[in-house]
């Protein structure tokens, strides 16, 4: 939450000039909104979209674009954070380049998530969930709840350091694949358990583009889930 802090109090630059006459009451009022601009707007988009939450948690890891409409600027930008708030952009380690990621999107998801707020509830467009994002459902509805917006925050951290591990240990699973079958198999175990796989293995297509071993590694994984998916349904 500091480093946040820090970031909003570096939005003061831009406004600081050597002809303010009185700084305090200049930067008092900035200052005065943080708690709601930077800290409240999770919990007000909990408090929107309730149970759907989970279409803005699937949406921010899978890097999906969201839309707005019939909605004040207040709530577009609170969207807006939240998704930015639970990506996982420059925190997954050798992030893949934009180029690739938007190519590897482009390919498997080419639409967007359409939120339209003239109808209460909002009613969701292309809407996407998995098992991961569902699980965490409960927890931003308790906390909404019980009005505990540094509460939600930290959820939402968890959620994302959670994330963030699983993409770490497919990695690990991804090297160790290209020389062992069983970590293969190890590897399929943990895609079909973890509830994230689809997210995971974008990720991870888009980061390993240049490396034909590990795509092949990949395209296995691709087919897993797929044969596993279909034998859901039936």
């Known amino acids: ?10 939005g003061l630059q831009s406004s600081l000039t050597p002809e303010m006459q009185n700084l305090e009451s200049e930067v008092r009022p900035y200052l005065s909104r943080w708690y709601e601009e930077s800290v409240m707007h999770i919990h007000r988009v909990v408090q929107l979209v309730q149970t759907n939450i989970s279409y803005l948690l699937y949406a921010a890891l899978s890097h999906t674009h969201v839309e707005v409409t019939g909605a004040d600027e207040r709530t577009k930008t609170d969207v807006a954070r939240f998704i930015k708030a639970a990506s996982l952009q420059g925190l997954v380690q050798e992030e893949p380049s934009t180029a690739s990621l938007c190519k590897t999107i482009s390919e498997a998801s080419p639409t967007d998530l359409l939120i339209d707020c003239a109808s209460s509830p909002p009613a969701f467009t292309n809407s996407v969930s998995n098992r991961f994002c569902d ?9 909404a709840e019980r009005f505990n917006p540094f509460l939600l925050r930290q959820i939402l951290e968890n959620f994302k350091l959670k994330a963030i591990q699983d993409m770490n240990n497919l990695k690990r699973f991804i090297r160790q694949a290209e020389m062992s079958h069983y970590a ?10 973890c509830g994230n796989g689809d997210v995971l293995l974008q990720n991870a297509r888009a980061e390993h583009s240049g490396l034909p071993e590990a795509c092949c590694i990949i395209r296995v994984l691709e087919e897993f889930l797929a044969e596993q998916a279909v034998g859901t349904e039936q």
């Open 135 to 143: 699980d965490w459902i409960q927890a931003f509805i308790n906390a």
């Open 184 to 193: 293969l198999f190890r590897c399929c175990l943990f895609l079909q358990s």
């Open 1 to 10: 939450m500091g480093i946040e802090l820090d970031k909003y109090v570096q």
